[in-house]
């Protein structure tokens, strides 16, 4: 089914309809900016329902509750979740702006840590679980944005397990530098992980993000996709976008035409330059500010020709932090003021308020430059509105690249926006640029946006939401299920001769930290011995271990061993290691010193050596160091590997080098070449597993430990399942060869 024809529940920590209770009464107004403006067009067209808080911070009666309930879901299909007062100081002015906003952008000084916070944000995701479990359906799409709600993913996944689930990050995700400062980062991580898929601005961002989940999870991921619990979760880039057309056909509306000319009558021809953001520190205003004072310092002959239009938004008004800002803002404004501006001109034309849609329109399509100087920020979006309201092509727009933006509008004039002589510069070349290189650049990114809007911006999301979806369907179809599970056992009781091959380390035992403690229990030994005693079963244990280890753990036992991935073959009952073709070692004196650097650099890591491979174990690591290190390793040994003739396989925390086409596939052939096998069934939990199994026959049984994508046909979750499905075969053996005694 088509994400269109389907209940989008979207929830986000406002709604679109703000309340407001003056002497009694509730008054109800649409908000103003943010999401619900972004997403305006496409609301219209899909059935959309919206959850979220109504702004109220009062304590209502139950039957104010329910009536204020009853009229946003009748009237704008909306469900409020209603928030206690002292739940809102806690989880949106505390958590969310005092931790979460300064760490994410950039500002960790900034960030205060406070754990009867951090519960209260807990506790606020935890109501609206409730109320999206209360209205959710089994068919509906419940589409989490932003910040302030990170926890709700992994929450509803515990009480709508085969829910749908996306989520959108709107503000940067840090690096991980500044993301192990906050203490409870791999809750959060947990958190998002609850989705199906987790979207955001720039690949920057995501690369942030996946790094963070590696380095505090433990958990790498493959293009994008993580395996968390057993279930793939996809990670990508939706840049959000902008109703294109709305912004671009502003032009000719008469309203705004009449707004244009009330801004004309007091700037007169002046050249305009204008900003508009809310009152934050992340946007960088007074380093904005002082950059234009040095453009006027250095360039007077703009002196009464050029007014700057700055608009601030009034924001988070009772944070002593921002009422700082305010007054330094103000101070500011008011000394370039007094320092530049005369009888008839004033330097900076500053508001402080929030600006009708009309009112933004008319001053995107009256300046000449857009300033946009924000010191980080997810995307902004009045980069992107701008740009696509000059349908005349003639405004020029000024970018940070620290905003997400910068990303996508390249032609922009892009600058560091902590370098004011750079800003200042910036500037006066804006203001001078031919209108034809200014109508060229516009062009470009205009196609870009128009291409891309936030119609395109939402379809790909969901699209790639039930991509995601579909994926875990396929997965969870390849699972060993009791139906799968009948057939294996049906095939392998009827066959007369059968292949069985083993990976060790990961599907047989668990992982150690010294691989010599990994030594095969009394329970994995008698299933072996079972196996191995009927004489209709070939058994094989195909290991990357070397041949000693294995034949002084398992020469008492009638089985076939393989050894370093395939490069040893020992045939059940032989006495003597084969080589399947001739190999080298002298690869080994170039690549041991590397190893060694490594271990040196990398404490815990260590080598192990084989006959005709060597592996660097990292298991003992620290998580990210190792991992950061392994890539470092396995780009420098990749590069080598050409002009020495070798290998480089990444297991589990493990890089090992060998003699190249040494594998498991060609161990596996090598014993589907003696014999015609009627049942074959092979199992592994790794990389160096995959040539096994794509060596193997369409009939075979081929079962990758873990939920992870695979040549294998099947999947077993854990190792555990291994151990009880060998017991299972190993008991029909059993049973068969009393029964044929008998007989």
Known sequence: MSWKNRRILLVSNRLPITIEKRKGRFYYRPSVGGLATALSSILRKYNFLWIGWPGLESRLKAQSKERIALKLSTEYNCYPVFIEKKDVEKFYYGFCNETLWPLFHYFPRTARYDSAQWECYKKVNELFCDKVVEIAKPDDIIWVHDYHLMHLPSLLRKKLPDATIGFFLHIPF????IYRLLPWRTEILKGLLGADLIGFQTYEYLNNFLSAVLCFLGIDHELGTVIFEERPVKCDVFPISTDFETYFNASNDETVKKEIQKLRNIVGKRRIIFSIDRLDYIKGIPERIEAYETFLMKNPSWHGKVTFILVVSPSRVHTREYQLLHTQINELVGRINGKYGTVDWTPILYLYRTLTSTSL???YLIADVALITPLRDGMNLVAKEYVAARSDGKGVLILSEMAGAA??????IIINPSNKEEVAEAIKRAL???????????RVMQERLRSYDINRWANQFFERLLEIKGFQ??????IVDNEIRSRLFTDYCKSSSRLILLDYDGTLVPFQSKPEDAKPDNTLMRILKKLSEDPKNEVVLISGRDRRTLDKWFSGLNISLVAEHGAWIMRKGGKEWEVIEPLTSGWKKEILPILRRFVDMVPGSFIEEKDFSLAWHYRNVDTESGILLSQELSNILTHLSANLEIGVLQGSKVIEVKNVGINKGRAALHFLSKKKFQFIMAIGDDFTDEA???AL???AYSIRVGMTPSYAKFNLESRDEVIQLLRGLAEVSRTAASAEREI
């Open 174 to 177: 840090p690096p991980v530098e």
């Open 361 to 363: 329109i008319a001053l």
């Open 407 to 412: 990303k996508e509008l390249r032609e922009a």
């Open 432 to 442: 001078e640029i031919p209108e034809e290189e200014r109508i060229a650049r516009n």
């Open 473 to 478: 369907e396929f997965m969870r179809a390849r």
């Open 692 to 694: 096994l199994f794509r």
């Open 697 to 699: 026959p369409s009939n």
